[in-house]
């Protein structure tokens, strides 16, 4: 058709030349241009055409231009299946994260954001790979492909925000399905599972997550889904996901095991590779980096599992925004950079901590409890740590005598924050429940960015002598203990003598 109707174009086009005044010779060299083009033009579309068909009936064009019933009642692929492209070379994560396999049809290096809710067809049967932006997007399916290569799984899918991916993923439990999960979680997820608990009919059993024995101990067919966190927020607790993951799935093999991944990005960890069925984080944390956005990413490997998702994401239309798609595959670029710093960051502020007497919980520290196990699964430490005083009024005036350390919750961004968990990001969990959880009151969590190390140090150094949680002296800069801040002074053997950027 398309030969047919170029060739018709370019008989009226010498038609409509050789009946003007132009002379012919200066035209000749023009039409025969054109005809070259529009015979090259059809040969391309007739090869691309030959392709599709040898690619046969579950080929990725046929897969991406079906059409569903957006009624429910079939299982939809998303548009363009997110999934790296089989036997092409795999670089170093950090080149992976910079590097996408993009050929937009004007060469722009980066995605373009397709702010449209809507695509126009190409006939009254539709037929087109997007027609509307909650079912699809070029942007946010650009940003599923590059998430699911860098994540090691065949399917990624982004939504609008971290909550809103576990949203999505606890839409597969039925009522009276059991959920095992930590006693020490997010206090959004804790929200969200006591939700689920009161309303919807599931059982959810809280349990020390960093003792398999006592997971394979609930482990029933009733078991749905084990939800982990490693480390777990603000106690970095290390999680064994190998072992667990084993564990359940010899136990109950339609048991799902999920990981939220977000203290580490896939920068540090795949739990994909640990065993879990399903990976989810914030992309609001880490993979943006500048928390500008609010963003969920889900990664899978199973591709049924990962249909009866983008089922949901399509029918309740939490689909990551075009703006906000761009947004996060352009701090995805800059991870690898951010995380380094962050790190490096982090691990000197934690050593400055503990030489100075504070109890500070952060894997990059041998006295960590689980630093091996961490290391087995980790590539890094991240860039979250948290301390304890040993009195919440003093907590409460390190944390407001601070002034780099913005008071915030949340984590993973280059600027460096400073909070109290029980006083904002876990208030949602009672008191009663944080005490059985032996959640300290006191606890400071810090966020640490990509500041200067001495600025950082020198700032906490700074509310900490402010709060009075430590005392210069001739000799140097000395900390008083947990139990002796927590009596409100201190004696000569509760002081330890360190060295001291502030000193």
């Known amino acids: 058709m398309l030969r047919s109707c170029c060739g018709s174009f370019f008989r009226r086009l010498t038609l409509i030349t050789l009946s003007s005044n132009w002379p012919l010779p200066h035209h000749l060299p023009f039409l025969c241009f054109f005809y070259y083009q529009t015979q090259q033009l059809h040969q391309h579309i007739h090869n691309r055409t030959k392709f599709t068909k040898m690619t046969g009936?579950?080929?990725?064009?046929?897969?991406?231009?079906?059409?569903?019933?957006?009624d429910g009642h079939a299982l939809p692929p998303s548009p363009a299946p997110s999934s790296p492209h089989p036997g092409t070379r795999r670089y170093a994560l950090a080149t992976e994260l910079v590097y996408t396999d993009s050929k937009d049809q004007y060469g722009a290096s980066s995605i373009p954001i397709y702010q449209s809710a809507t695509f126009?067809?190409?006939?009254?049967?539709?037929?087109?790979?997007?027609d509307y932006t909650r079912s699809g997007n070029p942007t946010r399916t650009h940003l599923e492909r590059h998430l699911a290569k860098i994540m090691n799984a065949t399917r990624c899918l982004a939504v609008g925000s971290g909550m809103g991916a576990l949203d999505v993923i606890t839409r597969l439990l039925k009522p009276g399905d059991e959920v095992i999960t930590g006693d020490d979680l997010y206090g959004g997820t804790n929200r969200l599972l006591t939700y689920l608990k009161n309303n919807q009919g599931v059982i959810v059993h809280h349990v020390d997550t960093t003792n398999p024995d006592l997971v394979k101990q609930v482990i029933s067919a009733k078991t749905a889904m084990v939800l982990l966190e490693t480390p777990t927020n603000p106690l970095i607790k290390i999680v064994d996901i190998p072992t667990i993951a084993k564990a359940t799935h010899e136990a109950n093999e339609k048991a799902l095991v999920v990981v939220d991944n977000t203290m580490l990005s896939p920068m540090l960890c795949n739990p994909l590779?640990?065993?879990?069925?399903?990976?989810?984080?914030?992309?609001?944390?880490?993979?943006s980096g500048h928390h500008d956005i609010m963003a969920g990413v889900i990664a899978v490997n199973d591709s049924e599992i990962g249909d009866k998702m983008y089922f949901?994401?399509?029918?309740?239309?939490?689909?990551?925004?075009?703006?906000?798609?761009?947004?996060l595959m352009r701090g995805v670029k800059t991870l690898a950079i951010r995380m380094e710093k962050q790190q490096a960051n982090a691990q000197r502020i934690a050593e400055?901590?503990?030489?100075?007497?504070?109890k500070v919980r952060y894997p990059g520290l041998k006295s960590h409890p689980q630093y091996d196990l961490h290391w087995q699964i980790a590539r890094g430490a991240g860039a979250v740590l948290s301390f304890e005083t040993g009195d919440v009024e003093l907590s409460e005036r390190i944390v407001e005598a601070a002034r780099l350390w913005g008071i915030s919750v949340s984590?993973?961004?280059v600027n460096s924050l400073?909070?109290?968990p029980c006083r904002m990001s876990h208030a949602s969990i009672d008191a009663k429940t944080r005490?059985?959880?032996?959640?300290?009151?006191?606890?400071?969590?810090?966020?640490?960015?990509?500041?200067d190390v001495d600025d950082l140090i020198d700032d906490l150094s700074r509310a900490l002598v402010q709060a009075g949680a430590v005392t210069l002296t001739i000799d140097g800069f000395h900390a008083n203990t947990p139990a002796a801040a927590a009596a409100g002074g201190s004696n000569g053997d509760d002081q330890v003598a360190v060295s001291s950027s502030a000193s």
Request: glycine residues 10%; proline residues 3%; negative net charge.
């Open 435 to 451: 005490a059985e959880r032996q959640m300290p009151e006191d606890i400071i969590r810090l966020c640490v960015g990509i500041e």
């Open 57 to 70: 009936p579950e080929s990725a064009a046929k897969k991406a231009l079906s059409r569903v019933d957006l």
């Open 418 to 420: 400073i909070s109290m």
């Open 352 to 358: 400055f901590l503990e030489s100075h007497g504070f």
């Open 273 to 287: 590779d640990l065993g879990a069925d399903i990976s989810y984080e914030s992309g609001t944390k880490y993979l």
């Open 411 to 413: 984590f993973g961004c």
């Open 312 to 327: 949901t994401i399509n029918a309740t239309g939490c689909g990551l925004s075009p703006n906000d798609s761009f947004l």
């Open 120 to 130: 126009k067809q190409s006939s009254s049967n539709g037929g087109n790979e997007y």
